[in-house]
Each structure stands twice: as C-alpha cells, then as structure tokens.
C-alpha cells in the first residue's frame, strides 16, 4: 500500500503544481493521483474521500477538455452572486453527503470527510472554469484532510495535504495575477 500511496502523493503534487503553473498537463497527471487514491481510500475506509475520487475523475476528463479547447486561458473570478451560489451549493451537501457516510458505510470520519467531500466537489469544478476562487476551496479540503489523513495514520498522504495546501496559498497569488495580466 505504500508505494501506491507513494506514488499518487508524488502525481498529486507535481499536479497541483501544474495546476499552480496554469499548464493544462495538470489533468492527466491528476489521474494518476486519483487512480492510486482510489485504491487506497477504498481499502482504508475512507469512502467520502473514495467517492471524491470518482467525482475528480469525471470531472477531471471535463475539464481536461474544457482546458484544451477554451480559447481564452487565462483564469477568471466569479461573479459575486456566483459566489453566493457556490457556497450555498456546497453547504447543501455537506448534511447528505454526512447522512450516506453515517447511515450506509463504515467511514472512519463521517462528518470530516462530508466536509472534505463537498468542498473538493465545488473546488473541482471552479478548477475545471478555471475560476481563480477554486483555491479557496483547496485550501479548505486541503485543511480538513491534514486530520483526517493523520488520524489514519496515512503520514506521507497528511504530508501531501500540507504540500499541496501550501502550493495552493501560492496558487491564489499567481492566479489572481494572471488574471490582472490579461
């Protein structure tokens, strides 16, 4: 289980990065990374993050697509009455995805991982919009799966939430700069 672990915290981090670099390069990496997190949530009980794994893998071939075939390249905000609605969005799933997670498996961390859940949906898909505000979400998630990840003692995948929560820090910066590039 350690080398694949090993392994999609190394395709996990150098996708974060691209993403970071804006390089289109960051989805089939990423499949890679959520290839190996998905066997590996799965053996550890870990079904909310499993099936954010499934929802990154769909998602992430949309936006894959969207990226290659987007003429304009450059991220963009969402407007405020989208922010509203995202966040709204995302505070809505959060009590189903606990309810599935408590009543239908044996989660390790029915609540946490709700959290965790919703939050990487909706950053996934402000990810596929390119839409700076994705970051925000990451970083949340990203926060969130540090406990998680370290009550599991998934030490090397708590360690890839630190990373990647740190190249996100750096991801809002350089987003929003592109973004007053344009």
């Known amino acids: ?6 392994v999609g915290v190394l395709a996990g981090v ?8 804006n390089k289109v390069s960051t989805w089939p990496i990423g499949f890679v990374n959520i290839g190996c ?6 053996n550890e009980k870990l079904y909310g993050d499993f099936g954010v794994q499934v929802i990154f893998l ?18 963009t905000y969402l407007t405020r009455s989208s922010q509203i609605i995202w966040g709204l969005v995302t505070m809505a799933i959060i009590p189903f995805a606990a309810y599935f997670l408590i009543n239908f498996t044996k989660c390790s961390f029915p609540l946490a991982e709700a959290a965790i859940l919703a939050i990487s949906i909706t950053g996934q898909a402000l990810t596929t919009f390119r839409k700076i ?3 925000y979400y990451w970083l ?43």
């Open 1 to 6: 289980m350690q080398i694949i672990e090993a």
């Open 14 to 21: 150098l996708a974060v990065y691209l993403l970071y670099k």
């Open 37 to 42: 997190f998905m066997w590996l949530f799965w």
């Open 58 to 75: 769909l998602s992430g071939i949309f936006g894959w697509i969207n990226w290659k075939t987007k003429k304009h390249k450059i991220p």
């Open 133 to 135: 505000e994705n970051w």
């Open 140 to 182: 949340a998630a990203d926060f969130l799966m540090i406990f998680v990840y370290s009550q599991k003692q998934l030490y090397l995948t708590a360690i890839y939430a630190i990373v990647i929560f740190c190249i996100g820090v750096f991801g809002v910066y350089r987003w929003k700069k592109l973004a007053h590039a344009d």
